[in-house]
């Protein structure tokens, strides 16, 4: 199968929220269609934020990735957090994450960034796996969020 990233635009924007709301539900997490839709919209629309990419197998949607930026003095600069990665669960397994994982990395050094971070939960041991391998760590700190209403 020939998986391909294809940077997303408006016109994507149905299908990357039924892939968000896939990938919420899996996790538990609440969907909110109309924030969601909202802050996908801006993202597509303003690249100094960040990039939108769905992910291809062959001719099919298959899933999305979400890049985003910020600035860090302890990493040096510029650095960028992979907010959400989805493959659907029936291509899982066949190394489209490592190809997604790959494609990104390979993005941010182009564009100098100096370092990616990502959250993953800590009970999804595949997705562990996974980012070890492509070389990320645990940092032996937790992330924490305080919603700004």
Known sequence: MNISLILAQLADIDIILKFIKELYEHEDIRFDESRAR???????????????????????????????????????????????????????????????????????????????HLVVERKNNQAHSLYRKMGFKDCDRDIMTKWID
């Open 38 to 116: 909202n802050a996908l919209s801006q993202l597509l629309q303003d690249n100094s934020l960040g990039y939108v990419w769905v992910i291809y197998g062959g001719d099919e949607a298959i899933g999305y990735l979400v890049l985003t930026f910020g600035y860090s003095l302890e990493f040096g600069g510029r650095d960028g957090l992979i907010d959400e990665l989805y493959i659907r669960e029936t291509y899982r397994g066949y190394g489209i994450g490592t190809i997604a994982l790959e494609f990104v990395t390979e993005f941010c050094k182009s564009i100098e960034i100096k370092a990616i």
